[in-house]
């Protein structure tokens, strides 16, 4: 799989900034492969990147248009048919990770073959996994996990890659979602496989390695999150985590997408976390939290992580805005 | 989806009696359904039904043919075919549990299309689910749940469910696995549907309910087994049980299919079912311990069970060989 840049973010009818997480992520961690955005009518998302035809992104040197936006259906809309259509005749590919396929579109499938494009439905894993095994791999991993969905798992993840190779260790980032395919340009959609072979395919994604590499494995959902905590499990036995780090928003006033389910406090969360993944790797620690502050008031943020460090005796930082020194410090 | 009965038993060529034990299964708990088997040259399974050929089989009233055999590769043997192609023409439906589809032979689903038929892939949910929302559902549900795989939940649950109709209860057996939705004809495979959306399968599957009614939802798998975790912890949210059943085979020594991890103690394995639980019920209860004691010595049973009824203050019970009366009695 090769994921052809510099790609057009395609944002659809986004209701909110959320909801084009998907795109923001790539902006984030690949600015330079993104040169500008479609919005349709009543999209709230804004990229601050060029609004742009599918004839101006041609003309731009755009190669993939990346549809980067999750509704909560998760699927393709029709009202978006035509234009990604135009996008194939004008000679880009296209890229999803939503629940239904680009290539299950019949405009799109045929539209692709008669232009020579490529559909990548990076949602829809095409590899053939085993069941988990369970069985203790070399090499050393860090997990992700969270108190909610969406709250900064894969940001953490990629900002501990980037400091880990900065030092000149060996790491990799391991992508288990859309974002992060899109952005390390392979993985596995971890909560698309088929549920007997969650642990099976993040077993396979981070397979046996040198004694001092470090695998860091996005993480996904939340032991707490209703409708998600099974992969959250299986991702956990499958990754065997050496080290953990828990990922939080503090703003936050419910589960997402479940206005009736509270956000757990970060102590009850590392426990149950530190007891699944217990299971496959006996001497699991947490290393580290990471704050997502975005949502926080500059004067909030200093003493809420000095109450933080006291309590766990662990360092405490948003990754996206100090960097992930000082957790990579205390592996 | 409704498949509609009764069946004749397709045992192929089943090397041994555990091969037939889908087959086994469905004979146990729907005797009425089942009115004959096929067994071709070689087969060493028998279910002591009178053999028969397709034509008898229609002539004895069968509607669907079940294959009921798992070979080592869980696939349609070429040399099916032609027996199946036949029981098409001849006006009954096929379903299998395999991992290849019937749907996938191309004379099988010529022969469907042109008589008429059906074919029941049931190892392929064809349904869309939602993802679960985690709402609290009317009626009440008891799920099983067990230390290990393989050690009796289906069992079970139909026991459960049998005494609670011989006792005038409102109550359904909800099949999650492939023998379970023969039995039931209906359900849902839950290990073999996309991981997102496990939660919602369930919650699909164990609708709201008259407020006396009781849905008994098969369990899979183990929070303990490194392979199935994820399917067990989604499973138990989108139950959202009222009742557990905690099952257990008391002679195995590590979990099926993972020499290197143990069973867990009862204890451990009880408290951490509701633990997870109690995320979407948090009036979770255990009401039951339902024990596999086909491995015990039988002087070893009732002092076995006397010690765990001393240890928990639930019931212990066989309910293949005891019924499940006194499980139901403490609901």
């Excluded at 980067?68 to 004008?90: C, F, M, P």
């Excluded at 073959?113 to 439905?121: A, K, M, S, T, V």
């Amino acid at each position: 799989m090769e994921i052809s840049q510099p790609y057009l973010m395609f944002l659809g009818e986004a209701p909110d900034q959320l909801a084009a997480k998907t795109a923001r992520g790539v902006l984030d961690w690949r600015p330079d492969a993104c040169v500008g955005q479609m919005r349709l009518p009543g999209c709230q998302a804004d990229l601050g990147l060029p609004d742009m035809t599918m004839s101006e992104a041609k003309a731009a040197g755009v190669n993939t248009v990346i549809v980067g936006v999750a509704n909560r259906g998760g699927v393709i809309s029709d009202s978006w048919t035509a234009l990604l259509e135009e996008a194939l005749e004008l000679g880009m590919n296209l890229a999803a990770g939503l629940h239904n396929r680009l290539a299950d579109v019949p405009a799109l499938a045929t539209a692709a073959e008669r232009h020579g494009r490529q559909l990548f439905d990076v949602r829809h894993p095409t590899a053939t996994f085993a069941v988990g095994n369970g069985k203790k791999r070399s090499g050393k991993r860090l997990l992700t996990v969270g108190t909610d969905c969406s709250i900064g798992k894969m940001y953490t993840s990629l900002a501990i890659e980037k400091e880990m190779r900065a030092r000149g260790m060996s790491a990799d980032f391991r992508a288990t979602g859309q974002t992060g395919i899109f952005i390390a340009g392979r993985g596995v959609s971890v909560d698309a496989v088929v549920a007997d072979f969650i642990a099976g395919c993040v077993e396979w994604l981070a397979p046996d390695n040198d004694a001092d590499h470090w695998d860091v494995i996005e993480g996904q959902g939340s032991l707490f999150h209703a409708s998600f905590a099974g992969v959250s499990t299986g991702l956990l036995h499958g990754a065997q985590p050496d080290a953990l780090v828990l990922c939080h928003e503090p703003s936050r006033s419910h589960m997402r997408g479940l206005p009736d389910y509270g956000v757990p406090a970060i102590d009850v969360c590392m426990e149950a976390n530190l007891a699944v993944a217990r299971l496959t790797n006996p001497a699991v620690r947490f290393v580290g939290i990471a704050i997502n502050s975005s949502q926080m008031a500059p004067d909030d943020v200093a003493p809420y992580y000095q109450s933080l460090e006291e309590q766990f005796g662990l360092p405490v930082v948003d990754p996206f805005k100090d960097g992930a020194g000082r957790i990579v410090d205390n592996l």
